[in-house]
């Protein structure tokens, strides 16, 4: 069974930093992509980033040069360090990845940030 499990969020003041953790009971961990989505309140959910099985990353514009997506294989986890932080990057976090087409979600983690 596949199961994502998300960590890591929390209240941070704006231009603080926050990493996410995202470990995975996946079987073959290291073949998957991942990706990290997020959803404020009324608002779509987001990708936000992407690291493939090679460990290329792709970032959306609005985080670029402030967030960055790493995974380690050996702990079978995706992480998100979030740096310089801004209150529109309040939302709940969420790691996803497809496995033979379907679309695994973890629960989500809450990063509010706020003065």
């Known amino acids: 069974q596949v199961q994502l499990v998300e960590s890591g969020g929390g209240l941070v003041q704006p231009g603080g930093s926050l990493r996410l953790s995202c470990a995975a009971s996946?079987?073959?961990?290291?073949?998957?992509?991942f990706n990290w989505y997020r959803q404020a309140p009324g608002k779509e959910r987001d990708r936000v980033a992407i690291?493939?099985?090679?460990?290329?990353?792709n970032l959306a514009d609005s985080v670029k040069g402030r967030f960055t997506i790493s995974r380690n294989n050996a702990k079978n986890t995706v992480y998100l360090e979030m740096n310089s932080l801004k209150p529109e990057d309040t939302a709940v976090y969420y790691c996803q990845t497809v496995i033979n087409g379907v679309a695994y979600w973890g629960q989500g983690t809450q990063v509010t940030v706020s003065s």
């Open positions: 996946i079987s073959a961990f290291s073949y998957n992509a």
């Open positions: 690291i493939t099985r090679y460990g290329a990353t």
